[in-house]
């Protein structure tokens, strides 16, 4: 008799760890599961021991002074978490987080800006924004030896200028302040009305230190991870009419091992694409194209690096490699001895119930109250696999609670398909997910995908909607 093959039955799950943190370069022991937890015990990273204070440059109309001068001073000061919250501990402020004192830049770093669009002067809308933010930033710029980062409030009054076609008011606040060197905090109306303050103070908090200079932490060493891994994330941007794409702009995100040294690089591909229809599908880049960027990224991690280059390189992105980008990858890294590339997409059609053991006696078995646990991992095949990046995360709640981000829905997993390298598909799927949990501009436990993607998918939007972006390396901060 011929064996049946179970096709409706899934192989085995893997229940991964919660990644840790550090909170210090010196001491091993100085590590948490929860981001703000690890803070509220250890403090940042680094130090930042040269400075007292981060000086905080305002500009904005003067009717929402008030409001988000007071959306300041909550920052700096200690606030209550809510008596349900099972992730939040209670605010220490500013100071007790950082050893920082968070303080208003001198008077000829706040600016005041038009109330109402049609005060800035004619024309339409989204031009009068530019000009707006264009102008406070390079006069800011002349006096940037008072401020640390600037705050730069878009009111509501401005809405109909915040978007057009290939505009967009963030991405040109990003944009400007990055080529000027400039680290940028934009605030709008929802946040000045934002009722949970001490969730948006811890959310300005780590931002502002991070763009003053700061770290707030790392990974701590993952089990397996070789000493000296290099992590990139590459998105693309498409120049030109959408409709006639001949060419792609490549978004490089440079990481070390611990999530640290995050540059960006932006690429113009010099090769045409030969399918443009398949190329607003799925952008990709020549075997030169490739070869370049990545020589440009490798380049990043040795100047960080004494020279040396990685032992192992994971690059990660959202589409599927192309044969003539995996031959870019392997001439690019031909001295690296691991390489892994590994697609990582939304894989929605799938969802995850966890099963609670049956009770003695029980018949049946009964679906828990939350959701699968984060961190739940599936092989599909030797080189595929499901990831729950959402879901209960345990390990990270306060005083052994569970803890779901948002509350809401079944949660989905992400799909990992490898297309170079060799080894455990738990080692890659572990990195995603602690990589899932370094988004320093928010106070989540976790983005739903790691920061190799979010980040180069950041830049990539940003050029997308500003092309005159210099193509030179940028710290993360300064898009932030």
């Not at 803070?39 to 009717?63: C, D, N, Q, W």
């Not at 008072?146 to 009054?157: K, Q, T």
């Not at 599936?378 to 803890?403: D, E, F, V, Y």
Request: hydrophobic content about 40%; aromatic content about 8%.
């Amino acid at each position: 008799m011929n064996p049946v093959e179970l096709t409706d039955r899934l192989a085995p799950y893997t229940a991964l760890d919660e990644p840790l943190l550090a909170f210090s370069g010196s001491d091993a022991s100085q590590v948490d599961t929860n981001p703000l937890r690890g803070l509220t015990r250890f403090g940042g990273y680094s130090t930042m021991s040269h400075a007292k204070r981060v000086r905080i440059a305002i500009a904005g109309p003067e009717s929402g002074l008030i409001d988000l001068r007071r959306l300041l001073r909550n920052v700096a000061e200690p606030q209550k978490a809510g008596a349900k919250d099972s992730y939040t501990p209670d605010y220490p402020g500013f100071k007790g987080l950082f050893d920082l004192s968070l303080v208003p830049a001198t008077a000829c770093a706040q600016l005041s800006l038009p109330e109402r669009i049609e005060d800035i002067g004619d024309g339409p809308a989204s031009h009068l924004v530019r000009a707006a933010v264009s102008d406070a930033l390079r006069k800011l710029d002349l006096v940037r030896s008072e401020f640390d980062v600037a705050v730069i409030h878009l009111p509501r009054a401005w809405e109909a200028g915040f978007k057009s076609d290939g505009f967009n008011a963030h991405d040109e606040i990003k944009a400007i302040g990055a080529e000027l060197g400039l680290p940028t905090q934009v605030i709008n109306d929802k946040a000045l009305s934002f009722d949970h303050t001490e969730s948006i103070s811890w959310r300005l908090a780590i931002a502002l230190y991070t763009k003053a200079g700061g770290t707030p932490c790392r990974l701590a060493p993952i089990a397996g991870v070789p000493e000296h891994t290099a992590y990139i994330g590459l998105a693309y941007a498409l120049r030109g009419d959408a409709s006639d794409t001949r060419f792609v702009t490549c978004c490089s995100q440079m990481f070390d091992s611990d999530g640290g040294g995050m540059q960006f690089v932006a690429y113009d591909a010099q090769d045409p694409v030969e399918d443009t229809a398949q190329a607003r599908r799925n952008p990709y880049l020549s075997r030169d194209d490739m070869r370049a960027v990545l020589a440009r990224s490798l380049r990043l991690y040795q100047s960080r690096n004494g020279g040396n280059i990685p032992r192992r390189v994971v690059i990660h992105k959202t589409t599927s490699f192309k044969e003539q980008e995996l031959a870019g990858v392997s001439d690019a890294l031909s001295a690296v001895d691991e390489i892994e590339c590994v697609d990582i997409t939304p894989a929605r059609s799938w969802r995850g119930v966890r099963i609670l053991p049956k009770p003695a006696g029980d018949t049946r078995a009964k679906p828990d109250g939350y959701p699968v646990h984060r961190g739940t991992m599936i092989p599909m095949s030797g080189t595929t696999a499901l990831l729950w990046i959402a879901g209960n995360a345990r390990a990270a709640a306060l005083r052994g609670q569970n803890h779901y981000q948002g509350g809401k829905s079944i949660p989905s997993p992400v799909k990992l398909t490898r297309h170079m390298g060799q080894g455990p598909l738990e080692l890659i799927a572990s990195e995603v997910l602690a990589l899932s949990k370094m988004d320093w501009n928010n106070d989540a436990l976790y983005g739903h995908n790691p920061v190799t993607i979010k980040y180069s998918q950041r830049l990539a939007g940003i050029i997308a909607n500003v092309p005159s972006l210099p193509r030179r390396e940028f710290p993360y901060r300064l898009f932030m």
